[in-house]
């Protein structure tokens, strides 16, 4: 298998939890490490350089929040956190810290594999970074960044300032789930009380324009109560 180089540290208290990630990962050929604790797994980071992080967000020592800020100041390292659904807040405050994305639990083994996939791709991407002219292309979809140009099937379509921006940054963050304060800081600098809504009302016309009946997530996922995420070509 192509993915046994890929080493994934896991921090994570709860054993059963643990235990479950470690057995699905490495039964797929995945190298796998395990830290408890928060700042065992902040010093893992630097000491053996993982390819992702799976972060449970409540640790003994210190919350996964702690662990993100410390990690993010000098690593790109994806972090896919892993929340409780009471803890919905937390989840978007994490994306805005810098996760990649989040998987809620309880969670089966094909979620967990598909979650690390993406991940994975998403650091490879940032590794290409995208060269001066390029265009985005996911199936029938290119957007050309030079001509600020929006085509489906080679017909191109009229967009917006703001749409077109919208799109783009979401191209740019492909396979990563976007929360609503970040798109609308890039966006329009600032959050306003109208700013969610103004987001969505231009989503929803994009959509349309891009063809897709409600709840069609050919392009883009509505990830309800958190944000959107451009999906990957290998999604
Ligand atoms: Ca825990």
Redesign the pocket.
Known sequence: MSNNKYKILVV???HNIASFIHTVLETNGYQVLLAERCRQGILMVSSHMPDLVVL????PDADGEEFIRVVRVENTVPIIVLSARTQEQDKVYTLDLGANDYITKPFGTAELLARVRAALRISRHSIQASAPGSTFQLDDLVIDYDRRQVSVSGEVIHMTQTEYNILAFLSQHVGKVMTYSAIIRSIWGAMDTGSTKKLQVNMANIRKKLGCAPGDNRYVVNELGVGYRMLDTAD
């Open positions: 994570e208290d709860d449970d967000l409540g640790l």
